[in-house]
């Protein structure tokens, strides 16, 4: 089956740099993509990688690499307004509207 | 609208009753999903809509579960006969379309839905 393996909880300390891993066993995908949701709050999309390589928004950068079906986010200069959970997701070549999520990543940040 | 918008925020009923969810997606998008989140835990998908038709409802949980989109814009998600299971935060997302660019999925704020 298809899916997305992410780490339940990751613990960082403010002012750290964190990276939060991505593995999937799935057909092809257009990309990969990672949001954020804050405790009661609505996922919001960071980040989307069509190609291989490194991309690189202010504090955060995403990772993909296809041919290790891997993934990843990496948060730097951690602030405590980053503590939320993580997603990521991608979109199937054969079914061009359908995301499969990970789990999500819940990020524990402490002073 | 400036955002996608669902009502209600809360919602607490009795076991038995039907619930009505909505959702009012950003204007112009032509894709729309619903999605279930219970505490802590990921996104179950239960059903997208491209305009008006629902090509998959593979995700909806039983025959308790429909859903349906007019005018390419409003969506409501119907629970009949709500359980104890049924509650969860409910979210609609909606994107330009089901293919194409980043796909970006903008989310509404849910509906909690607590059923006694």
């Known amino acids: 089956g298809q899916s997305l393996e992410q780490p339940s909880e990751v613990t960082a300390v403010e002012g750290a740099i964190v990276q939060i891993n991505c593995t999937y066993q799935t057909s092809g995908f257009y990309g990969l993509s990672w949001y954020q949701q804050h405790d009661g709050g609505a996922p919001t999309f960071l980040s989307y990688?069509?190609l291989d390589g490194l991309e690189e928004t202010g504090r955060f950068s995403s990772f993909l690499s296809r041919s290790d079906s891997y993934g990843y986010l990496l948060l730097q200069e951690l602030q405590m307004k980053d503590s939320a959970s993580y997603f990521c997701?991608?979109?199937?070549?054969?079914?061009?509207?359908?995301?499969?999520w990970g789990a999500g990543t819940k990020l524990i940040i402490k002073p | 609208g400036a955002g996608v918008s669902q009502s209600p925020s809360n919602k607490v009923t009795e076991k038995g009753k039907d619930v009505e969810l909505r959702c009012d997606p950003i204007s112009g998008h032509t894709a729309l999903y619903w999605y279930r989140q219970s505490l802590g835990q990921g996104l179950e998908f239960l059903i997208y809509?491209?305009?008006?038709?629902?090509?998959?409802k593979s995700g909806l949980p039983s025959d308790r579960f429909s859903a349906e989109r007019t005018g390419g814009s409003v969506s409501t998600l119907t629970i009949q006969r709500t359980q104890q299971e049924d509650s969860a935060v409910y979210l609609c997302?909606?994107?330009?379309?089901?293919?194409?660019?980043?796909?970006?999925?903008?989310f509404g704020e849910g509906s909690r839905l607590t059923v006694l």
């Open positions: 809509f491209q305009g008006n038709s629902a090509p998959d």
């Open positions: 997302a909606s994107s330009l379309s089901g293919t194409g660019g980043t796909g970006e999925l903008f």
């Open positions: 997701a991608v979109r199937l070549m054969d079914s061009n509207y359908q995301l499969i």
């Open positions: 990688n069509a």
